[in-house]
Structures are given as C-alpha cells and as structure tokens.
C-alpha cells in the first residue's frame, strides 16, 4: 500500500491545526500521521540514526461531542431491549479510485465496513385520492442492485463506527471536543515571525488555543466563508462559489415486523422481491433506505430513513420543523401506503442545512456553469488549507481525496 510522504527533514515537527472532525478531518490527520511515520523511518534507517523520530503535533477542533460525519441515531425499546437504528446523514459511500480502495481494505478486512448489496427500486407514490382507497397502492419497478461492479459500503454495527474508529487510531493526534474555533484573524507578518509561529487561534470566548505553523480547515463551506471572512485568506472568493443545499431526513420506526405496511412488507406486488432503497418519483421525498435489512443489522426493530429532494429542503431550510415533518409525514404515507392499523410508533425529523454540493463557475460568457469542482483551496503565505469534501463531488471518498491533496501541499512545503 502507498501513501503520501512528507519530508522530515522540510518540517520537522509541525503544528498542525485541524478544524472539523468529520471524515476530511480525520482522513487528513490519518495521512499526516502514516506520512510522518514512514518518511521519519526512512530517515533513520539512511542515517542509521536510533533516536526516536520526532512526529508532528495534530490537533483536531471539534465543535460537536463527537467525530465523523456519518450520523446514527437509535432507540431502544424498553420491552425488548432491542434497537430502532436510523443512519441519518450519509447512507452509505463508494471507492472508485485505487487509492481509495487501498485505504479502506484494512477495516473491510476487519468486517467493520461492509458491502450493501442493496436491491433498488423505482417509487412512484399513490395520489391523495388513491391513499383514501384501501385498494390503491404505489407504483414499484424493479431498478438495479447494487453489487461488486460498483459496490457500497456502509459501517457497521452503525454508520458513526467508523469514525470513532479512525479517531482512536490516531497516535499523535489530540481532538478536542466541544471547542469551536473563532473567526481567523487578519494575518500579521511581523508578530508570526517574531514568536516563529504562522497562527494563533482562539475559541469562541476568546481564549487562545496555541499557535500553529499549519492550519487546515475542514468545516462545510457555510462555516468555512465565516471562519476565513476577515482573515485576509488569499482564495476567500473561491469558498463562496460553492452552495451547500439543505436535506431533511424523516426517521420511521415500527414495533415488529409484522407491523409495516405492505408496501415495505412486499406483498402487494409478489413480481419485486424484497427491496433495500427506493428512488422516488413525483414526491418531495428523494429516497427511502430499509434500516433493518442492511448488513449486521438484522437484530434492529424496523426502521426506515428517508432523505427529502435538496431543492425542496433548500426551499423550506427555515421552516418550522414541525411543519416540516408534518409535510413529510404526508408524502412517506402516500409512498408507503400505511394506515390506522400501521402507522409507525417512532418519528424523528433532522435538518441538514449543509447536505449536498452545489458548484457554480461562470464561463466565458459570463453562464453559470454547475459541477467543476476546484479542490483544496490554499494559501502558501498563511500556510492555511481550506478542504472538504464540498470541494469535489461532495461524498465520502471527496473527503479522501481532499486528505490527499493536503498531504501533497504540505509535502511540497519548505
């Protein structure tokens, strides 16, 4: 397996600050440590020097009580002590890159992540005049299945799994939880060479966090725009060309299986085998994922996330939530078909307002022009790094690859 490498004998010891303890967060400090630790061998074994190799100091500012952007939220069940489980940020994500692949081989070998070979489905909801009527249902056709061609991976037992388990890995890394870090200041040259230090940053209440030779910023681009707005940061313009649209997630949950209703039971339609996740059509909802049915998830209640369309959420990102899960409550009724005899017990609505990426670029004649993507954005002279996976496609294996790019930045560095 490969990586990238740093040259001991360019930074030493760095200071390297981190801000955001999603996946790019800790993708960027799992390479910066396996890069140390491999250049830092490699110079040893030229200079057949034992002392142990200095190794650089990583600290990760977390604003949350936890790492990793693959949220889970479960409940449990008094009378039976089992779960209702919904991963209610990102559902699953993909590897189509080598380096990529190469990277995640050591937790696919563990069996934390796994592949979701999910069946998918075409949904087109019944009408309001339809659900009225017991025997109307909503319109299913067989779409694909998601195999080993383009696989999945979700992580289990929860999606939150593997992020806690990249953080523990972490050896020289320090993350400090509940921390958020205040606006970046303008830069000022002379101070930064007078303590020998390039940054100095703050907690919200003021207080210092330390000075850092690197700072590298992996927050969503609507916090990224407020941490760097008056800091003088050189591609300042370039952070607000990317638009993060909002997602709302309705999280359902079902006594017993016996309970679902029949469009999630199947037995409507005997043509469609069991289905995983449905694509929905002529509804403000996106798609539905099946919790239960996942991998390593056969011991939950039934549960059943559904992402609403980023264009409706955008819309309506400021309503009240109520309204909103009232509205989505609606819509999964016409998809699912439910009525008073399964109507589903657990209820739950979140708001993302930083989900999906949006990149607009204008062209030569002055047309927006969506989807070209600029990677990390950086300035040499602050040595600040702007990343995040909103600064390529947005999905999990962008985290990856804007971790990468880090390294090569930092690797150049002199």
Same mark, same amino acid.
């Given at each position: 397996?490969?990586?990238?490498?740093?040259?001991?004998?360019?930074?030493?010891?760095?200071?390297?600050?981190?801000?955001?303890?999603?996946?790019?967060?800790?993708?960027?400090?799992? !390479?910066?440590?396996?890069?140390?630790?491999?250049?830092?061998?490699?110079?040893?074994?030229?200079?057949?020097?034992?002392?142990?190799?200095?190794?650089?100091?990583?600290?990760?500012?977390?604003?949350?009580?936890?790492?990793?952007?693959?949220?889970?939220?479960?409940?449990?069940?008094?009378?039976?002590?089992?779960?209702?489980?919904?991963?209610?940020?990102?559902?699953?994500?993909?590897?189509?890159?080598?380096?990529?692949?190469?990277?995640?081989?050591?937790?696919?070998?563990?069996?934390?992540?796994?592949?979701?070979?999910?069946?998918?489905?075409?949904?087109?909801?019944?009408?309001?005049?339809?659900?009225?009527?017991?025997?109307?249902?909503?319109?299913?056709?067989?779409?694909?299945?998601?195999?080993?061609?383009?696989?999945?991976?979700?992580?289990?037992?929860?999606?939150?799994?593997?992020?806690?388990?990249?953080?523990?890995?972490?050896?020289?890394?320090?993350?400090?939880?509940?921390?958020?870090?205040?606006?970046?200041?303008?830069?000022?040259?002379?101070?930064?060479?007078?303590?020998?230090?390039?940054?100095?940053?703050?907690?919200?209440?003021?207080?210092?966090?330390?000075?850092?030779?690197?700072?590298?910023?992996?927050?969503?681009?609507?916090?990224?725009?407020?941490?760097?707005?008056?800091?003088?940061?050189?591609?300042?313009?370039?952070?607000?060309?990317?638009?993060?649209?909002?997602?709302?997630?309705?999280?359902?949950?079902?006594?017993?299986?016996?309970?679902?209703?029949?469009? !999630?039971?199947? !037995?409507?339609?005997?043509?469609?085998?069991?289905?995983?996740?449905?694509?929905?059509?002529?509804?403000?909802?996106?798609?539905?994922?099946?919790?239960?049915?996942?991998?390593?998830?056969?011991?939950?209640?039934?549960?059943?996330?559904?992402?609403?369309?980023?264009?409706?959420?955008?819309?309506?990102?400021?309503?009240?939530?109520?309204?909103?899960?009232?509205?989505?409550?609606?819509?999964?009724?016409?998809? !699912?078909?439910?009525?008073?005899?399964?109507?589903?017990?657990?209820?739950?609505?979140?708001?993302?307002?930083?989900?999906?990426?949006?990149?607009?670029?204008?062209?030569?004649?002055?047309?927006?022009?969506?989807?070209?993507?600029?990677?990390?954005?950086?300035?040499?002279?602050?040595?600040?790094?702007?990343?995040?996976?909103?600064?390529?496609?947005?999905?999990?294996?962008?985290?990856?690859?804007?971790?990468?790019?880090?390294?090569?930045?930092?690797?150049?560095?002199?």
């Amino acid at each position: 397996m490969t990586h990238q490498s740093l040259h001991a004998t360019d930074i030493a010891s760095p200071k390297i600050a981190i801000i955001g303890g999603g996946l790019t967060g800790l993708f960027t400090a799992t !390479l910066l440590e396996r890069a140390f630790t491999q250049n830092q061998t490699q110079e040893q074994n030229r200079s057949h020097n034992q002392d142990k190799p200095s190794s650089p100091h990583i600290t990760v500012f977390e604003k949350s009580r936890s790492v990793g952007r693959l949220a889970t939220r479960y409940r449990t069940d008094s009378h039976t002590g089992k779960n209702w489980q919904w991963a209610f940020g990102a559902q699953f994500f993909t590897a189509k890159t080598n380096s990529f692949q190469q990277f995640i081989t050591p937790w696919l070998d563990t069996g934390l992540l796994q592949q979701w070979r999910a069946q998918v489905i075409d949904l087109t909801p019944a009408t309001a005049t339809e659900t009225s009527d017991a025997t109307q249902s909503s319109d299913r056709q067989k779409k694909e299945q998601w195999n080993t061609t383009q696989a999945r991976y979700i992580s289990t037992p929860k999606m939150t799994s593997w992020g806690r388990t990249l953080a523990e890995e972490l050896t020289h890394t320090t993350i400090k939880f509940k921390t958020r870090v205040a606006p970046l200041a303008e830069y000022n040259h002379h101070l930064a060479d007078n303590v020998d230090k390039k940054t100095e940053l703050f907690d919200e209440d003021g207080a210092s966090l330390g000075h850092f030779d690197w700072v590298i910023c992996t927050a969503p681009n609507g916090q990224a725009i407020e941490l760097m707005a008056d800091s003088g940061f050189g591609e300042q313009t370039k952070i607000t060309e990317a638009q993060m649209l909002a997602c709302y997630t309705l999280m359902l949950g079902w006594d017993d299986i016996t309970q679902l209703p029949e469009t !999630l039971n199947n !037995l409507s339609n005997p043509s469609i085998s069991q289905w995983d996740v449905a694509y929905l059509n002529e509804s403000i909802l996106d798609r539905i994922f099946i919790e239960h049915q996942k991998p390593a998830h056969a011991e939950l209640l039934p549960s059943v996330t559904i992402h609403a369309r980023n264009d409706w959420s955008e819309a309506h990102v400021d309503d009240d939530i109520e309204s909103i899960q009232a509205q989505l409550l609606q819509a999964a009724q016409q998809a !699912l078909n439910w009525n008073n005899a399964n109507t589903p017990s657990q209820i739950d609505c979140h708001r993302w307002r930083y989900a999906a990426t949006l990149v607009e670029h204008k062209n030569k004649d002055n047309n927006s022009t969506n989807n070209q993507k600029s990677g990390i954005l950086v300035d040499k002279q602050r040595q600040w790094i702007v990343s995040g996976d909103w600064c390529a496609q947005g999905n999990i294996e962008s985290c990856y690859q804007m971790a990468k790019q880090t390294i090569e930045v930092l690797n150049k560095a002199r």
